[in-house]
C-alpha cells in the first residue's frame, strides 16, 4: 500500500518534527511504502531520512489558525494526496512508541481522546452552540474523538477534510470559532460518518499519563504558550 503521513509544522512546533519522523521511521507501518507531506511555512531541510518528505508551502496565520485550518491544506494538496492509498495525519508534538501496522488501515479511523476514555456522555466537550455546524448534544454523541491522531483511506479522508473545511468556512461566515477548533468539527464528522475503525487512546497517550500500559503513539507536554506564537 501507498501510504500519506500529513503533518503540520509552523514557527517553533518544527522543532518536533525530528523526533516524530524519525521514530515513525522505525514504528509505522513499515510493511508499505510510506511518504511523509509536512505543511510548513519554513524551509526545512532533513537529510538521510529514509521516507520520502514532500514540503507543501503554507502561510503561518496566529492560534488556533494552523490547527483549524488543517482540513484546508490537505484539500489543497488532494490532488498529490489522492494518488495514496491511505492518509493519516498526526499532530506534530507526537511520537511513535511501538509499532503501528495493519491494524490502523480501515476508511474512517478515528482515535478515542485519552482525556475522555472513561468519562460520562455529560462530560464531553462537545460544540454546543447549536448555530455552528460542529454543533452536537452530549446525549447523542458515541465518543469524544481526538483530533491528534486519525486517518482513513485517501478517498475517506479527502471527503472528511473537504466537509469539515466547507463546515469551518460556514461558521467563519457567522464569526464562529467551535469550542475545541478542528477537533469539535471532527467530532461532529464522525457522528454523522461513523468510524469504521476505532482506536483507543494508546495512539494518542500523553507522556505524563502513568500507565502499565504500552503506548503506541505519545503526546508531548508543552508550554503552550511558548509555542502558540500570537503573530
Ligand atoms: N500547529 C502549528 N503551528 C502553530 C500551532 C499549531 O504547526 O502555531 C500545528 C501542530 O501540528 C500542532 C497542531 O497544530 O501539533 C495542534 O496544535 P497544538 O498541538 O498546539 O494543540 P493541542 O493538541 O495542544 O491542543
Not at 500500500?1 to 500529513?6: E, P, Q
Not at 525530528?18 to 510548513?40: G, I, Q, R
Not at 537529510?47 to 485550518?69: F, G, Q, S, V
Request: proline fraction near 4%; aromatic fraction near 16%; include cysteine.
Amino acid at each position: 500500500m501507498k501510504i500519506a503521513l500529513v503533518n503540520i509544522a509552523t514557527n517553533k512546533y518544527i522543532s518536533f518534527l525530528p523526533k516524530l519522523y524519525t521514530t515513525a521511521n522505525m514504528f509505522f507501518l513499515n510493511e508499505h511504502e510510506v511518504d511523509y507531506f509536512l505543511f510548513s511555512n519554513l524551509d526545512f531541510l532533513i537529510n538521510n531520512c529514509a521516507r520520502k518528505i514532500h514540503i507543501k508551502k503554507i502561510e503561518h496565520k496566529p492560534w488556533p489558525y494552523m490547527t483549524l485550518n488543517r482540513y484546508k491544506f490537505f484539500t489543497e494538496a488532494e490532488d498529490q494526496l489522492k494518488q495514496y492509498d491511505y492518509i493519516y495525519y498526526c499532530d506534530v508534538d507526537m511520537y511513535f512508541y511501538s509499532k503501528v501496522g495493519n491494524e490502523i488501515l480501515s476508511d474512517r479511523v478515528a482515535t478515542i481522546h485519552p482525556g475522555f476514555f472513561n468519562s460520562k456522555k455529560t462530560e464531553y466537550t462537545y460544540e454546543d452552540n447549536p448555530e455552528s455546524t460542529a454543533f452536537l448534544k452530549n446525549e447523542d454523541g458515541d465518543n469524544y474523538y481526538a483530533g491528534g491522531f486519525n486517518g482513513g483511506s485517501s478517498r475517506e479522508f479527502l471527503k472528511m477534510a473537504k466537509t469539515i473545511n466547507e463546515n469551518i468556512t460556514k461558521d467563519e461566515e457567522k464569526s464562529i470559532i467551535a469550542k475545541w477548533h478542528d477537533e469539535s468539527h471532527l467530532n461532529k464528522y464522525f457522528f454523522v460518518n461513523k468510524p469504521t475503525k476505532i482506536l483507543n487512546p494508546l495512539y494518542c497517550f500523553p507522556d505524563n499519563f502513568s500507565s502499565d500500559l504500552s503506548p503506541k503513539i505519545i503526546a508531548i507536554t508543552k508550554n503552550h504558550e511558548l509555542f502558540r506564537s500570537e503573530v
